[in-house]
């Protein structure tokens, strides 16, 4: 999902782990129409584990912890549950360890859709996703709403009674440990030593330190390595112009031919299959999107196959582009050597971004790359080097899907 988005339920019982790689904790709120708790006994954490409807499940520290939410039994008069999510560590921020949300069915373990909010720095707490009522019916909306003042702000925010001890004036709210739910009078008290804190916005994020964080196009050519994110801007401006996606590959055994088929797979808002480009359809989306054409061996220098993609002429539909390469003669990437993708401008033929894949697994398919378009319009690329057992690109669909 990308924020803003959002999907119905099909299911009644849903859970949204929340993970990262650091200690998270995360909460539930349940609110009324005007947005707010009826009481602090509807904001649902570690110590106060259940409400109406919604419940807290612990990950003991090793897997996401995680809200559960059954609709059918939240109370009339709640229209939203939002989840929220906060470092552990006192004062940490998101910088560099954007979580992810994946929203589950209770009862059958599907997957319904996974949300990782973009763009992060200051934040020290999130409102990741909602599950909210509309027209009878529940849904769930991506939301990636930071707050620069912990937990804190995010409670205070929806109506949730807080006491802390007095902080320095000049120090953000940033509690060590989750907000206490305080007992609710009628008229929440304010507290005389510390004036509940209004949500602050976050401020512009900062560079990030090197290995951590996005980064941008501002320092010339960026070379990925797996699971790393760079940020398709330059100049402080998105990059919407004609880009080639090259990719290339040789053969690990000298006078072997290596037939390898690269696609690029579109997805929708919902990680809906839009088309795939592929040797057997050369341009999709109305040319936006177009492939060089097949090659049988691998053998010769330079991109080995090429997809060009016009980012400033794809259709709203499309937010996510997959990158895969495939063997449909059934060799495995064990016998490929130098497999590597890289961004080209294609107006200047600048290299922009390059991924070399450094390992190698016994299948037939791998997922090179993702191109994902955030809510501000520019375009994230991340390195992804996963392999799958599939010989054509309409068996990289489903693991695709999954992957953005």
Known sequence: MTPGSNIPLSTARVAVDVAAPVRLDVSGLLLTADGKVRSD???????????PGVTYRSGGGTAPDAIVVDTAAVPPGIEKIVVTASPDAAGQTFQGIEPTATIKGVDDGSVLATFTPPQLGTET?????EIYLRNGAWKVRAVGQG????????????????????????????????????????????????????????????????????????KGRVSLQKNQTVSLVKGGQPLLSQVKMGLGWEPAFRGKDIDLDASVIAFGPQRNHVDSCYFGK???VNGAIKHSGDNLTGEGGGDDEVIVVDLGRLPQEVTGLVFTVNSFSGQKFTEVAKAYCRLIDAATGEELVRFDLTNAEAQTG???AKLIRQFSGEWDMTAMGDFVKSRTVRGMVKPAAQAL
């Open 41 to 51: 006994d509807d904001f649902i954490f570690y110590n106060q584990p259940s409400g």
């Open 125 to 129: 707490a999130l409102v990741v996703v």
């Open 147 to 218: 707050y620069a003042n912990g937990l804190a702000g995010i409670a205070t925010d929806f109506g949730v009674s807080v006491e802390e001890p007095a902080a320095p004036a000049s120090a953000p709210v940033q509690p060590a440990q989750p907000v206490q739910a305080m007992p609710a009078p009628t008229t929440p008290p304010v507290d005389p030593r510390v004036a509940p804190a209004p949500p602050v916005p976050a401020a512009a994020p900062t560079a990030p330190a090197p290995g951590a964080g996005k980064i941008n196009l501002d």
């Open 282 to 284: 050369l341009s999709i």
């Open 366 to 368: 791998v997922m090179m």
